[in-house]
């Protein structure tokens, strides 16, 4: 399946105006600096500010329930979620690094140590954060996590990951529910490998086929609300 249905928004602004969001989101003042920080050629741009906009923008602006976040690192975007929709219970997923010899991932950013993986939401009590241990490949979701109005996919980034995370929870997500993939930006697809095994992965599925994919200009993060 051939898939072209990306619409870029030009700025912040286009991409409030365009989901018609109304409430401006809360910003934990470490996460605003750190992602202002340009580090590697991948933050140019601002990239890491504009995702950090988007994630909360949209965690601001879903009704209360449940959202789940695949791949937690060090915790950022668990945590622009759980201060920005307070009322909500915010499931994270992370592969325990003791089975970092059996996963069949290739494309991660980094398997962490335990006592990393979440540290920075865990700095800030957030009691709306339910951790989760487990590959996503071989993964069965739990029953209570359904209803979702927000799952951001950030996990491993091989395609095969991508097209399983995917499939996954899409039935778990409520009409007009959002789902985001990071790392992925037409704009710089060429540029790094694994932007384009996201990519692919997407365009395989089929739930995508006649419907847009909006992409905030210069951010890494693929919007796609469910209708």
Request: aromatic share 14%.
């Amino acid at each position: 399946m051939k898939f072209n249905n990306y619409l870029s928004l030009d700025s912040i602004q286009d991409f409030i105006e365009f989901f018609n969001f109304k409430k401006e989101p809360l910003f934990i003042e470490e996460d605003i600096n750190n992602s202002k920080k340009i580090l590697y050629l991948t933050d140019i741009n601002n990239r890491k500010y504009l995702d950090l906009l988007v994630l909360s923008y949209i965690a601001a602006n879903v009704p209360n329930g449940k959202m789940l976040d695949i791949g937690t690192y060090y915790g950022n975007s668990a945590a622009r979620m759980a201060i920005n929709s307070p009322n909500s219970t915010v499931f994270t997923v992370n592969i325990h690094p003791k089975d970092k010899t059996k996963t069949k991932a290739k494309a991660v950013t980094e398997i962490l140590s335990e006592d990393k993986i979440g540290s920075f939401y865990k700095k800030y009590n957030l009691n709306n954060i339910k951790q989760i241990f487990a590959d996503t490949l071989t993964w069965e979701i739990p029953d209570e996590i359904n209803d979702l109005q927000l799952v951001y996919i950030d996990g491993c980034h091989d395609t095969r990951y991508v097209i399983n995370d995917s499939l996954k929870i899409y039935d778990r997500v409520v009409k007009n529910g959002y789902i985001l993939w990071h790392d992925f930006s037409p704009k710089y697809r060429k540029n790094f490998y694994w932007i384009d095994k996201v990519m692919s992965g997407i365009e395989k599925l089929n739930f995508i086929k006649n419907k847009y994919i909006f992409n905030l200009n210069n951010s890494w993060i693929g919007i796609f609300k469910k209708d």
